[in-house]
T-cell receptor, first 114, second 113 residues
């Protein structure tokens, strides 16, 4: 049962343009949504999060949008830079009886072309 | 501030053997979670440790077990290794079980032959 889905395994974008990464979820009990970035041979690095009570959160070049009715969130990177090339994981967090259980999607590999 | 560290980096075992992976949490973090990431998949939650006790568990069999020590470091033990256990094992620490932001180590790549 894949509760968090990233349907695009890969994405290529020209440097300077916008990168849009998408994520869908099925469990309406999730209360936080997160994006992690992962470079090869490194662990995932926290990028940005959004509470389920908000619809937008911005941090520099990164903005996450949440559409609760559609159970959909997206990460926008503007402008995209070659150093942004990595695998991006969407994740959702919810209370599981005293702790936050984090469920990850399968990832989208972003390539930013110089 | 020291980040999350894991050892060893790589490990090769044969089917039926047992393995122990180690993790040191980030300074000030008392909660450790373990994840299994198979090739082409996202990390899957194995379990979480808080105050030296298992605080939550994902859909993994009992041959996956763990420990947390008073200094908050942790071990993941896997008994009776199977070929499907080949994966990247990630450790993540957080300030508290209720905190959704986790900090990951670089992982241990386990290969079971």
């Amino acid at each position: 049962d894949q509760q968090v889905k990233q349907n695009s395994p890969s994405l290529s974008v020209q440097e300077g343009r916008i990168s849009i990464l998408n994520c869908d979820y099925t469990n309406s009990m999730f209360d936080y949504f997160l994006w992690y970035k992962k470079y090869p041979a490194e662990g995932p690095t926290f990028l940005i999060s959004i509470s389920s009570i908000k619809d937008k959160n911005e941090d520099g070049r990164f903005t996450v949008f949440l559409n609760k009715s559609a159970k959909h969130l997206s990460l926008h990177i503007v402008p995209s830079q070659p150093g942004d090339s990595a695998v991006y994981f969407c994740a959702a967090s919810g209370d599981s009886g005293g702790y936050q259980k984090v469920t990850f999607g399968t990832g989208t590999k972003l390539q930013v072309i110089p | 501030e020291t980040g999350v560290t894991q050892s060893p980096t790589h490990l090769i075992k044969t089917r039926g053997q047992q393995v122990t992976l180690r993790c040191s949490s980030q300074s000030g973090h008392n909660t450790v979670s373990w994840y299994q990431q198979a090739l082409g998949q996202g990390p899957q939650f194995i379990f979480q440790y808080y105050r030296e006790e298992e605080n939550g568990r994902g859909n993994f069999p009992p041959r996956f077990s763990g420990l947390q020590f008073p200094n908050y470091s942790s071990e993941l033990n896997v008994n009776a290794l199977e070929l499907d256990d080949s994966a990247l094992y990630l450790c993540a620490s957080s300030l508290a079980p209720s905190n959704h932001e986790q900090f990951f180590g670089p992982g241990t790549r386990l290969t079971v032959l």
